[in-house]
Every structure is written in C-alpha cells, then in structure tokens.
C-alpha cells in the first residue's frame, strides 16, 4: 500500500487521536501530553506517526515531544509561536519541545501531511550516539541545529534537488509504522537515525552555500574545521590570518552565520569539541581541557556546566549510558 492510499483510508485518524471518545475538542495551548489520545498514539513507544486529517484542525496547542512534520502532497501553512511557516510538497519542518503550534491546510481535498512524534529520550540518544563520533565538523552543525531549533523552536528543511534521500527514509518510516511487521521499533529507529543525519547535512550544505569565503571553493566548515583543530592556540587574528580576511570582516562574517561574537563562537567550539572528547575517549578530563586550550579547570568547568546544564564527569557517566543503549 503507498502512502498516499494509506492516508486516504485513515483521514480521520487525527480526529479520533486529538478529541475524547465523547468528541470533545481540545482547548487551545492545552498540553497533549497529557491527553489520554495522545498517550494511545504513544502506548509505551519513543515515536508514533501521525497522519493531518482533512476533517479536523486542531487549536493551537503544545506538548513535550518533538515533531517532524511531512508534507507528502500539496502545501501548507504551519504557525508555530508568532511564526507563519508555508509549506510546500517535499518539505519538513523539525518542531521543538512546547512550542505552540497549529497546522492549516492549503486545499483539504488534495493536501497530505504526516507527523512524526517523537520523545525527548529518542532525540537525546540520536544526540548521543551523532556526537560521540569522530567527524568534529559533522558535530558542530548538530549543536547548531540544536541551538536554532531552541531558539525558534522550529528547523524548516525545504525540499530541494538535494533532499531527495530524506524524503525517501521519511516516507520508509511512516510504511514502516504502518506495515507492523516483526522489529519495526528496531528498524524506525535505525531509520531515524539516517533521517537525522541527512537534516543534518542539509543544514551544513546550506550553511556552506551561504558562506562568503574569500577562495572560490571556501566553505564556512572549512573554518569551523580549522579552530577545531587548532582550539588550543587559535585567534581571531590568526584565524583571519590564515582565511584571508580582515579580523573585523571574519568578526562579522561570524556574527552574521552564527548570531554569535567570535569569542562566544570559539568558546561554543572548545566546549563542544572537550564534550566529544569525554564521549569518545577515557582520556581524564584535566587533559582534556589542556587540549581544548583551557589551562583553569575552574574556570572550565563553570563555562561547560552552563552551555550542557552538567558537570564534565556527569556529562561523561550520561553519555556511555545512552551509547551503551
């Protein structure tokens, strides 16, 4: 069965997951996490999907979990806090945790979207898993779509000649939601994962793109790259130095890619390059906060408490529990 037949046969599914069995509607900025229609769609999983009906639009509401929304055909309009977001066919949009958000459709006689749901342990673990790697560059546009997503509360990814592998693995999970053969749960949540990691290269290729390097093959995570490697001894100065610019322009190119100033960047980087270190090596943490370029272990462990919300030994004991999931 393709998706567009699933779909067709279940359009009331959201107005039976979102309404009580006596049909009473839910109240605007209501918490549906607490719904017991939620909890059903849920029952004990770490993801459900969801499918847009045509015959019901829900109030504005929030929950605690994330949400992928898909659109399979047509267009749409997802308003998301004070934001209006128009949805094209190919399109994904990554909401946040408690983000209030509602959906309306462009022609209900044509549009099709899915919804993945997912909870916070889900995403934390994809989190866990993506960071402990090697690949430091890979690492930094996840933390900035961590970043972006808590600060709008939304990532859209629009469908583009390059987004044709995320729509492909999008649509393998809804088939296998619905399939209900043996290990689904394993597979969607290999499958996520593949997911992921394609947004999250969509968003490193767009950031590239937009990135005004001063060589002709230049890429904005060629320097993100460089003070990686180079986080115990770079500078503006000599950053600029090496990538052709003026300290004043790199300065502002920086501020302009990343809402950040230089110092608040490179602080971001040393910290989240010392995190992949206590993931992925047993290395004891005072050398690695000499490799990141931090001589005060106070003064460290102050910085990373108040960007990962934990100690760097707390950080280290969370993440070999979920790597070990």
């Not at 972006?148 to 729509?167: D, G, H, M, V, W």
């Amino acid at each position: 069965m393709d998706l567009q037949e699933l779909y067709d046969r279940h359009q009331v599914f959201m107005n039976e997951l979102l309404t009580k069995a006596e049909g009473r509607k839910i109240k605007a900025g209501r918490n549906l996490e607490k719904e017991d229609a939620y909890l059903r769609a849920f029952q004990n999983r770490d993801f459900a999907v969801s499918m847009h009906t045509n015959t019901f639009q829900n109030p504005p509401h929030r929950h605690e979990f994330f949400e992928l929304v898909y659109v399979h055909r047509g267009s749409c309009t997802n308003f998301v806090d004070s934001a209006e977001i128009c949805m094209k066919q190919g399109d994904i949009c990554l909401l946040n945790t408690n983000a209030e958000h509602t959906l309306k459709l462009d022609n209900i006689e044509r549009d099709t979207i899915f919804n993945l749901l997912i909870r916070r342990s889900m995403m934390d673990r994809f989190d866990f898993k993506v960071f402990s790697s090697e690949d430091f560059v890979a690492n930094f546009f996840l933390k900035s779509i961590q970043k972006q997503r808590e600060e709008k509360n939304y990532l859209l990814f629009p469908q583009s000649e390059e987004t044709a592998e995320q729509i492909s693995l999008f649509q393998k999970i809804i088939q296998e939601f619905y399939d209900d053969k043996c290990y689904k749960e394993t597979k969607i949540s290999h499958l996520f994962d593949c997911l992921m990691i394609e947004l999250v290269r969509s968003y490193k290729v767009e950031i590239d793109v937009r990135y005004p390097g001063s060589g002709e093959n230049q890429k904005f995570s060629d320097l993100v790259k460089y003070i990686g490697e180079n986080s115990d001894s770079v500078t503006l100065e000599s950053l600029a130095r090496q990538f052709n610019y003026h300290p004043q322009s790199l300065s502002r190119i920086i501020k302009q890619q990343t809402g950040s100033s230089f110092q608040k960047f490179f602080t971001d980087i040393r910290l989240e390059q010392a995190a992949r270190l206590l993931c992925e090596s047993s290395e004891p943490v005072a050398e690695i906060i000499r490799k990141v370029g931090y001589s005060n272990r106070t003064w460290f462990n102050k910085m990373f408490q108040q960007k990962f919300g934990v100690s760097p030994g707390e950080y280290r004991k969370k993440a070999r529990i979920f790597t070990a999931l």
